[in-house]
Every structure is written in structure tokens, then in C-alpha cells.
């Protein structure tokens, strides 16, 4: 970065109006949380330099130094040129009100199981106090595990994953909410390490993208772990264990709940005759599924 050509560029106003700009003419993807390049700038430079987001319009006017002009210029750049995602520039992200570190070991936080979780997975669940255990399978970032714990205040949380990268971050993220007498990340290809454990409830947001579906994602897709994202030819690989497993690990009552994107076509074409209730989330009523013990396989 020529800091010579950006010169004229001094507060932090000038900064989000350049960032603007660079996202405008470049050909990033947003995929991760924004859905416009005018609030992504303002996360990006505000964040990049400690700044909360609600005292914005205290520091706008505020110069940078040159280490910072520098700083925010290189992230800007990496943004815009690279396609990294804002939220591993940041190392945070926020999911349904959640804030959460996160690096490239682990995906950007998005799920729309978190939206149910915010209402207490009603009403499947008739009182969230009665719930004592629960297991989030392909944990990553463990947000969906620090989520249901707030949530559901009687109960332990297993975060579980096959990377010991994710839950390296996870259990930073654990630390961060207090929560290491009730999250406990466990290394685990999903259920094999879990011999014996059940649950009142499970919840999953597991790799879902097909092969296919993989080589097309745009660029910044490329800087999250593929082992978090693609399963198999029609992207049903993990469900399918995940299905034919569940119930062993389930108490008397208890619910599945699962994120499979696209894939709706998919799952129906192998599990034409399984009861599962579709679940309403902002993405639609195709997104995540339902399915209580009684009806697993």
C-alpha cells in the first residue's frame, strides 16, 4: 500500500468513505453477516482500531496516527484484494447479539439455529429449565454451545468437533463467557468419542456444501477450513451419520435439530418417509430441521 497516494485520507471518516470505495469497485463477496458495503466499511475501520461500534459518532472526526493509517490501510486491502472476510481481519463476530472471536480455524459464526435458540427453541422445548444436557455437534467456534448454555440455564453444554484447531478458538471463546463449568469442547468425530453420553437435546450445524457447490463459493469462502464446509457429492455425508446415530444419544423426549442449507432436495431424495418438522428461520422453512427421538431411525 502506497501510503503516499492515500495522504489525503486523516480521520476515521475519511477511512470508512476510502473502505466504501475499495469495496465498491472490488468484487467481494457478502456472505458473512453485512449485506452492504457502507456497514461493512465502518465494522472494518472502527474494529481494525478498537473503536465499539455505538461510539462511532464520537471518534469519526478523530485523525489516525501513521502506525494506524498503515494498520487500517493493509486491512482494507486485504479485504478488498484478497477477499478475506472482515470477521477474520476483526478476529470477531457477532451472532444474534453474541460477540466472538474467531480466526481462520474455525467458520465466521452464521447459523440459523441461533435465531431459534434466542427463542428457547419453543415449542419444542416447554420450559428451558428443565433442560440438563446438551450437545452441539461440529461446535467450531462454539457459539451455538455458549448460546444454548445462556439460554438454557441448567445445563451442560458438550462443544464438539473434529478439528483441535476449532476448538482451540472455541474454548477462547469459552474462557471469554465464563463458562468452563459448563462448556466442555471435545474432540470427537462426531459421536465417536461420546460412547455412553445422551442429551435432551442436540443441535448441529455440521458441513453441508457438495463438492460441486465448493469449487463455485466466491473467494472468501476460501479463507474458512474446508474440512468445516464440504460433505460429499449431494453434501449429506455427516447428516447421514449423524441420523443414523442420534438416537442412542438422545434421552426420552429428546430433539434433534439440524442446519443443512440447500440441501432440502437432497435429504428428501434419501430420507423420503422420515418425519422431521421444517423450522421457520429468517432463511425460510427449508433451512433447519426437527426431529424428535421417537422418529430417528
Known amino acids: 500500500m502506497n501510503l503516499q497516494n492515500t495522504a489525503p485520507l486523516r480521520t476515521i471518516r475519511d477511512f470508512i468513505r476510502y473502505a466504501v470505495t475499495r469495496l465498491n469497485t472490488s468484487s467481494v ?9 457502507y456497514d461493512e466499511a465502518g465494522f472494518l475501520v472502527l474494529r481494525s482500531i478498537g473503536i465499539e461500534l455505538e461510539f462511532e459518532e464520537k471518534f469519526l472526526d478523530a485523525a489516525l496516527t501513521e502506525e494506524e493509517r498503515e494498520f487500517v490501510l ?3 486491502s486485504r479485504r478488498c484484494d484478497e477477499l478475506v472476510p472482515t470477521a477474520y481481519l476483526t478476529k470477531e463476530w457477532w451472532l444474534t447479539g453474541y460477540r466472538f472471536f474467531v480466526d481462520d480455524r474455525v467458520l465466521i ?4 439455529i441461533a435465531e431459534l435458540l434466542e427463542n428457547d427453541l419453543q415449542p419444542w422445548v416447554k420450559n428451558p429449565e428443565e433442560v440438563h444436557s446438551v450437545l452441539d455437534l461440529c461446535t467450531g467456534s462454539a457459539c451455538l454451545a455458549i ?14 468437533d473434529i478439528s483441535e484447531a476449532a476448538l482451540q478458538v472455541a474454548q477462547i471463546n469459552i474462557e471469554d463467557y465464563g463458562l468452563e463449568q459448563r462448556v466442555f469442547p471435545i474432540q470427537s468425530d462426531l459421536f465417536t468419542n461420546l460412547q455412553g ?3 435432551d437435546v442436540i443441535i448441529s450445524n455440521p458441513p453441508y456444501v457438495t463438492e460441486q457447490a465448493m469449487k463455485e463459493l466466491p473467494g472468501e469462502y476460501c479463507h474458512e477450513p474446508s474440512l468445516a464446509l464440504v460433505a460429499g457429492e449431494d453434501g449429506m455425508d455427516l447428516i447421514k451419520t449423524i441420523l443414523e446415530e442420534a438416537r442412542s444419544h438422545l434421552n426420552d423426549d429428546g430433539i ?4 443443512l ?16 418438522t421444517w423450522l421457520q428461520t429468517s432463511g ?3 433451512q433447519v430441521f426437527l426431529i424428535k427421538k421417537e422418529d430417528l431411525p
Do not use: M
Request: glycine content about 8%; charged content about 25%.
Open 74 to 76: 493493509n486491512q482494507i
Open 256 to 259: 434433534l435439530i439440524v442446519e
Open 197 to 199: 453420553a445422551k442429551y
Open 29 to 37: 463477496c457478502y456472505g458473512h453477516g453485512f449485506d452492504n458495503p
Open 147 to 160: 448460546i444454548a448454555a445462556d439460554k438454557f440455564p441448567n445445563a451442560t453444554v458438550d462443544a464438539v
Open 261 to 276: 442449507g440447500n440441501g432440502k432436495e437432497a435429504f428428501d431424495a434419501r430420507w423420503p418417509n422420515l418425519n422431521v
Open 284 to 286: 425460510g422453512d427449508d
Open 109 to 112: 459464526p452464521r447459523s440459523y
